[in-house]
């Protein structure tokens, strides 16, 4: 049985697609971002949760702050993106849920009243969230170049606030000369798939 996803787009999110480490100085639009989010904002979440919290790194002194809380070889790469995303989960998701979870706003205090709680749920759903964007990227037509090589407490500091649990920073454009490291192996099938 085949996959049902034409091969081109197969190739574009998944086989072809790499994590990027040089751009070009092509601008990622706001238009572009938009685009991306609507599309990957369908993704599931547990409860439609939705904690991924977007900061959008534009102006240079905004970058100058995050390249020194990123590791010493993430620094050129941060510093020189068309854009740069900080994706947190926000730990106060909870607010949102009887506008996301209408047939039952209940959950809000019967699952989440709890801090430790909405923490792990909030960290778990933002990164499938984060799984999606980086997809959505990919669907746009640009790279993505994820990264967990931060000052993570920095981060939060500097950009975010007690609430939200940085995830990653994440380099968007399209990709620039040399942009690639040789495609890592992935485990078979058979390796990770069992049966009982």
Do not use: C
């Not at 091969?7 to 574009?12: H, K, S, T």
């Not at 792990?120 to 170049?145: K, M």
């Not at 407490?153 to 690639?180: C, Q, S, Y």
């Amino acid at each position: 049985m085949s996959l049902v996803l034409d091969p081109a787009a197969q190739d574009l999110l998944f086989r072809e697609a790499r994590t990027a480490n040089t751009f070009t100085d092509e601008p990622v639009t706001d238009e572009q971002v938009q685009a991306i989010y609507d599309l990957v904002k369908y993704g599931p979440t547990a409860f439609n949760q939705s904690p991924l919290r977007i900061t959008l790194v534009r102006s240079p002194e905004a970058r100058e702050r995050l390249v020194q809380h990123m590791a010493e070889g993430n620094r050129p790469k941060t510093a020189a993106a068309p854009l740069v995303a900080i994706l947190s989960a926000d730990n106060e998701f909870h607010e949102e849920l009887p506008q996301l979870f209408p047939h039952f706003p209940q959950a809000k205090d019967a699952f989440f009243s709890e801090r430790p709680a909405r923490e792990g749920a909030a960290l778990l759903n933002a990164a499938l969230q984060a799984a999606y964007f980086i997809v959505g990227v990919r669907a746009a037509g640009l790279a993505a170049g994820p990264m967990t090589g931060l000052d993570f407490e920095g981060v939060r500091k500097e950009f975010l606030d007690d609430d939200h649990t940085p995830l990653m920073v994440v380099n968007i454009g399209r990709p620039g000369p040399d942009a690639w490291f040789p495609r890592s192996p992935r485990l078979a099938y058979d390796q990770v798939v069992t049966t009982v």
